[in-house]
């Protein structure tokens, strides 16, 4: 059975270089999130990450996870990658997992393999060598389909995460 997800019309999508496979985003609310997670790895001190406005994701310095008294001072030096669900691979999201939620479960079968991350569950792989038949049906469906690797990687984590390599 097909699963047609209407309320995600907008897809981008590009070459996820931590899994080296496509991945898929919501094209609605990609940038957005992408500047979210700038904005945090932008953060000078630990009082400035604290502050940083999350409306997609969630923060992960925030006053949620980590208080002054813990030890974070407000002008304490901030370093993303020492963040523990930043260094456990928990934040941001890993964007080959969106996939599964984006597109139609046959499209899925099809040209992807569920395959299970040591630490922080499955993806779903999309060889390269698929792109040109895959974008073509999704296109073919109704989809909005646009390339942007840069993106997809600032959303995989890529623009800071030094083991993202």
Known sequence: MTTHH??????VYGHAQLHDCL???????????AE???????????????????????????????????GYADDQP?????????????????????????LPDDLQDRFGKREST???GDILMIPLA??????????QRGYEVNRDDALINVLDGRTFNPLAG
């Open 6 to 11: 209407p309320a995600t019309q907008r897809l």
């Open 23 to 33: 991945a898929f985003a919501d094209a609605n609310t990609a940038a957005a999130e």
């Open 36 to 70: 979210e997670i700038k904005a945090l790895a932008d953060a000078r001190t630990w009082g400035e990450a604290r502050q940083v406005q999350m409306t997609h994701l969630w923060n992960p310095a925030g006053p949620d996870h980590y208080e002054p008294a813990d």
């Open 78 to 102: 901030f370093d993303i990658n020492e963040v523990s669900s930043v260094a456990e691979g928990d934040w941001p999201p890993m964007v080959t997992e969106r996939a599964f939620k984006l």
């Open 118 to 120: 040591v630490h922080n």
């Open 130 to 139: 698929g792109e040109a038949e895959l974008v073509a049906e999704l296109r």
